[in-house]
């Protein structure tokens, strides 16, 4: 039989729904600013109509609802969105490290300018030809002294330079390797809660955001494929779940079928390790450890060939990377080798032409034949660090005379002769072998200085590209979970109005049980 006071709970029930959508508004509301936060709405449902179906139901011409109730409180989000913005945000995560590598770099070598190495080479030719004219001033050969002086420093320069700002990188790369394994920690911890609080019919909405906030920092530093997981028990239909994530690489493909995180908890909880070679001036090797790890890391897979793309990836790429010292690549090492193999090529040519020369014959000295322009002495064969310790012969920073302007002949040295300086001068066309190729000393260096600009072009292309691709899905993304304000207030004044005539359908009902309860039964008293 039908209740009295079905009326009553009709009407109660819908002033508690309402008033649990305006409490999600003001939620909405108060977290319109919060970086991460995703609006949420109440899911309104039916309350199972009288009577219930069964043999015993009684007979009545039709089901009468009950009211409504919250169902859930759900995120307002579209899962795809966030796939496509975390795949572009990647590939902006490692363009942009790359091109700020480069753009460093480029700062570092300041070319085209007054005080770019090219430039300073021009002005030593330069000099040379002047002193080919009057080999015998003291002016002319103070000026080769300190142009050869200038273009040895400028290879120190650029080599300490260039060697300091990679070292720089090997710190970033250590820090970005801790924040990656805070944000697996964090991650792990969340999922945690997530498992523990969804199978008793909670949607945990707000552990929802974190969860998204730090899946898209980790997009950006290394690529990564998400997947959710289901809760047991009897979690409720807008439950998310907790996430699995995988280490992927650059086609979306599962690495080794590395987990960087469980969404179930079977797994051991996972970090990341870089090494670095012996001298700590590359990385040697790219890990993933069970957090408590403890065994010989030679051990364990080494994925350096495989490094999943995105911030950390450029880093390793700009820094230097390799099985061993003799074979490491990256942008840094490459430029400081190109910078060796030029001073390296550029003072044995030039001292091989010096030394056939004489110097300055004087008062107190005949002319000389056998000195060198340039010190190499530390520097081995392999020209390896040839652009850090080149510097001027202690024969010529000792006395401009040591200068071998003069070519000389069977009749010795004559007055005048500035045959070899001529032949020092035009060593600018002379074409030598650098990296089993021939080029003029100009061209090489034109040709790494070259081969820089387009690498930075091409990275900056790549930046703005793809951030203009982010920036579009971001746009989607926000205008479906961000809070409008606009919007809520619409909906605020809707649960409002429906609270308020709920409110009055209780003193209607309040009404008629008055009438009922007083006003029957008093006929004839």
Same mark, same amino acid.
């Given at each position: 039989?039908?209740?009295?006071?079905?009326?009553?709970?009709?009407?109660?029930?819908?002033?508690?729904?309402?008033?649990?959508?305006?409490?999600?508004?003001?939620?909405?509301?108060?977290?319109?600013?919060?970086?991460?936060?995703?609006?949420?709405?109440?899911?309104?449902?039916?309350?199972?109509?009288?009577?219930?179906?069964?043999?015993?139901?009684?007979?009545?011409?039709?089901?009468?609802?009950?009211?409504?109730?919250?169902?859930?409180?759900?995120?307002?989000?579209?899962?795809?969105?966030?796939?496509?913005?975390?795949?572009?945000?990647?590939?902006?995560?490692?363009?942009?490290?790359?091109?700020?590598?480069?753009?460093?770099?480029?700062?570092?070598?300041?070319?085209?300018?007054?005080?770019?190495?090219?430039?300073?080479?021009?002005?030593?030719?330069?000099?040379?030809?002047?002193?080919?004219?009057?080999?015998?001033?003291?002016?002319?050969?103070?000026?080769?002294?300190?142009?050869?002086?200038?273009?040895?420093?400028?290879?120190?320069?650029?080599?300490?330079?260039?060697?300091?700002?990679?070292?720089?990188?090997?710190?970033?790369?250590?820090?970005?390797?801790?924040?990656?394994?805070?944000?697996?920690?964090?991650?792990?911890?969340?999922?945690?809660?997530?498992?523990?609080?969804?199978?008793?019919?909670?949607? /945990?909405?707000?552990?929802?955001?974190?969860?998204?906030?730090?899946?898209?920092?980790?997009?950006?530093?290394?690529?990564?494929?998400?997947?959710?997981?289901?809760?047991?028990?009897?979690?409720?239909?807008?439950?998310?779940?907790?996430?699995?994530?995988?280490?992927?690489?650059?086609?979306?493909?599962?690495?080794?079928?590395?987990?960087?995180?469980?969404?179930?908890?079977?797994?051991?909880?996972?970090?990341?390790?870089?090494?670095?070679?012996?001298?700590?001036?590359?990385?040697?090797?790219?890990?993933?450890?069970?957090?408590?790890?403890?065994?010989?890391?030679?051990?364990?897979?080494?994925?350096?060939?495989?490094?999943?793309?995105?911030?950390?990836?450029?880093?390793?790429?700009?820094?230097?990377?390799?099985?061993?010292?003799?074979?490491?690549?990256?942008?840094?090492?490459?430029?400081?080798?190109?910078?060796?193999?030029?001073?390296?090529?550029?003072?044995?040519?030039?001292?091989?032409?010096?030394?056939?020369?004489?110097?300055?014959? /004087?008062?107190?000295?005949?002319?000389?034949?056998?000195?060198?322009?340039?010190?190499?002495?530390?520097?081995?064969?392999?020209?390896?660090?040839?652009?850090?310790?080149?510097?001027?012969?202690?024969?010529?920073?000792?006395?401009?005379?040591?200068?071998?302007?003069?070519?000389?002949?069977?009749?010795?040295?004559?007055?005048?002769?500035?045959?070899?300086?001529?032949?020092?001068?035009?060593?600018?066309?002379?074409?030598?072998?650098?990296?089993?190729?021939?080029?003029?000393?100009?061209?090489?260096?034109?040709?790494?200085?070259?081969?820089?600009?387009?690498?930075?072009?091409?990275?900056?292309?790549?930046?703005?590209?793809?951030?203009?691709?982010?920036?579009?899905?971001?746009?989607?993304?926000?205008?479906?979970?961000?809070?409008?304000?606009?919007?809520?207030?619409?909906?605020?004044?809707?649960?409002?109005?429906?609270?308020?005539?709920?409110?009055?359908?209780?003193?209607?009902?309040?009404?008629?049980?008055?009438?009922?309860?007083?006003?029957?039964?008093?006929?004839?008293?």
């Amino acid at each position: 039989m039908q209740s009295t006071f079905h009326g009553l709970e009709t009407a109660r029930r819908a002033m508690m729904t309402q008033q649990s959508a305006l409490h999600t508004t003001g939620h909405n509301i108060a977290n319109a600013n919060t970086p991460g936060y995703t609006r949420q709405r109440v899911n309104f449902t039916q309350t199972e109509p009288y009577p219930s179906i069964g043999m015993n139901a009684p007979r009545v011409p039709g089901h009468l609802g009950t009211g409504v109730q919250a169902g859930s409180i759900q995120r307002v989000r579209e899962a795809f969105l966030d796939v496509q913005f975390r795949n572009e945000n990647n590939k902006v995560g490692y363009w942009d490290a790359r091109y700020n590598a480069l753009e460093k770099m480029e700062d570092v070598l300041n070319e085209p300018s007054e005080q770019g190495l090219s430039r300073q080479i021009d002005m030593f030719w330069t000099a040379l030809q002047d002193l080919s004219v009057d080999p015998e001033d003291s002016g002319a050969r103070s000026v080769v002294r300190q142009r050869a002086t200038a273009v040895a420093e400028t290879f120190n320069f650029l080599h300490s330079s260039l060697t300091t700002i990679q070292s720089d990188y090997q710190n970033e790369i250590s820090v970005t390797e801790d924040e990656v394994n805070a944000i697996l920690h964090r991650l792990e911890s969340v999922n945690a809660q997530i498992r523990e609080t969804e199978p008793h019919g909670y949607v /945990t909405n707000d552990l929802y955001d974190e969860q998204d906030h730090l899946l898209d920092q980790l997009s950006s530093i290394v690529n990564i494929k998400v997947e959710r997981e289901k809760s047991g028990g009897q979690p409720n239909p807008a439950a998310e779940g907790a996430v699995t994530v995988w280490l992927v690489n650059d086609q979306g493909q599962p690495i080794n079928d590395i987990k960087l995180v469980d969404g179930q908890g079977i797994e051991s909880k996972k970090k990341v390790d870089i090494s670095f070679g012996e001298d700590g001036n590359y990385v040697n090797g790219f890990r993933v450890l069970d957090e408590d790890f403890e065994g010989d890391i030679e051990s364990a897979p080494n994925l350096l060939d495989m490094m999943p793309r995105g911030e950390m990836r450029a880093l390793i790429e700009a820094f230097g990377h390799g099985p061993d010292a003799e074979n490491i690549q990256g942008l840094y090492p490459d430029m400081l080798a190109n910078l060796d193999e030029m001073a390296f090529v550029f003072a044995t040519h030039l001292n091989e032409i010096h030394s056939d020369g004489y110097t300055l014959a /004087t008062d107190n000295q005949e002319a000389q034949q056998g000195i060198l322009l340039f010190d190499l002495e530390s520097v081995p064969e392999t020209g390896v660090g040839a652009a850090s310790q080149i510097k001027l012969s202690a024969a010529i920073q000792t006395s401009l005379n040591n200068i071998a302007a003069a070519t000389g002949g069977p009749d010795g040295v004559f007055s005048g002769d500035g045959s070899n300086a001529k032949r020092l001068a035009d060593a600018k066309d002379d074409p030598l072998t650098f990296n089993d190729d021939l080029a003029t000393v100009s061209s090489f260096y034109q040709g790494v200085i070259g081969q820089m600009a387009v690498d930075t072009s091409e990275a900056m292309r790549m930046v703005r590209s793809n951030e203009s691709l982010r920036d579009s899905v971001d746009y989607r993304r926000q205008s479906v979970s961000n809070v409008s304000l606009d919007e809520e207030m619409t909906m605020m004044i809707q649960y409002q109005h429906a609270y308020n005539a709920a409110a009055r359908n209780i003193t209607m009902v309040d009404e008629m049980l008055d009438r009922i309860i007083n006003g029957m039964g008093v006929v004839g008293r």
